[in-house]
């Protein structure tokens, strides 16, 4: 893994740790969860909460998502 690529990682690492980032995280799920099937008015409103559910849940997939590629690019490197 290249320095530049290293140095990336560890920004992310050190945002993680953050209790900005953690109340972000937080903050997203509690929206994500809070969406209820029975206040669905109609479709364009289902179409409306299926897409913001999917950018809610790619922001809470964030994290996973770095630590699981940082995993992969060390075994990688190491071999």
């Known amino acids: 893994m290249d320095q530049e690529l290293l140095n990336q990682y560890e920004n992310y ?7 900005g980032w ?9 929206i994500y969860d809070a ?14 909460i299926k897409g913001e559910r999917r ?4 922001v809470l ?5 770095i630590k699981r590629n940082y995993d992969m690019a060390m ?3 190491s071999d």
Not at 13 to 19: A, G, L, N, S
Not at 23 to 29: L, Y
Not at 55 to 58: A, C, K, S
């Open 22 to 30: 953690k109340q972000f995280v937080e903050d997203m799920q509690a």
């Open 61 to 65: 997939q964030f994290e996973p998502a």
């Open 13 to 19: 690492f050190q945002m993680f740790r953050t209790e």
């Open 35 to 48: 969406y209820r099937i029975e206040d669905i008015k109609d479709e364009k409103n289902l179409a409306y």
């Open 55 to 58: 950018i809610l849940n790619q």
């Open 75 to 77: 075994e990688q490197s």
